[in-house]
Nanobody, 123 residues
Framework: QVQLVESRGGLVQAGGSLRLSCAASGRTFSNYAVGWFRQAPGKEREFVAAINWGGGGTDYADFVKGRFTISRENAKNTAYLQMNSLKPEDTAVYYC????????????????WGQGTQVTVSS
């Protein structure tokens, strides 16, 4: 498995931006697809975005399309989630996850998870 560590999240005002990073170690990062998920209090973990191992394909949840962008730099063993036009309903703990090769939107398909980072959007 690959080990993942998310960057610190933070508190941001509605309409603001934040970039999360996900640093990988332990295995060949370029062989892994990366997904971002989030979990708000009292809710199930939900899919946010995913990117293939080579970065050539991405998927987004409808509620972040046009606002969030997932990317990766395999040479740096790091994936990113750029979040723009943040809304209070984006408040959640954000997790990055990895699985071999192809991206997925299902949490159960991912075997490696970061510890999560809190993102809070104030109105």
């Amino acid at each position: 498995q690959v080990q993942l560590v998310e960057s610190r999240g933070g508190l941001v005002q509605a309409g603001g931006s934040l970039r999360l990073s996900c640093a990988a170690s332990g295995r060949t990062f370029s062989n892994y697809a990366v997904g971002w998920f989030r979990q708000a209090p009292g809710k199930e973990r939900e899919f946010v975005a995913a990117i293939n191992w080579g970065g050539g394909g991405t998927d987004y949840a409808d509620f972040v399309k046009g606002r969030f962008t997932i990317s990766r730099e395999n040479a740096k063993n790091t994936a990113y989630l750029q979040m723009n036009s943040l809304k209070p309903e984006d408040t959640a703990v954000y997790y990055c996850a990895a699985r071999p090769w192809a991206r997925s939107s299902r949490p159960g398909d991912f075997g490696s998870w970061g510890q999560g980072t809190q993102v809070t959007v104030s109105s």
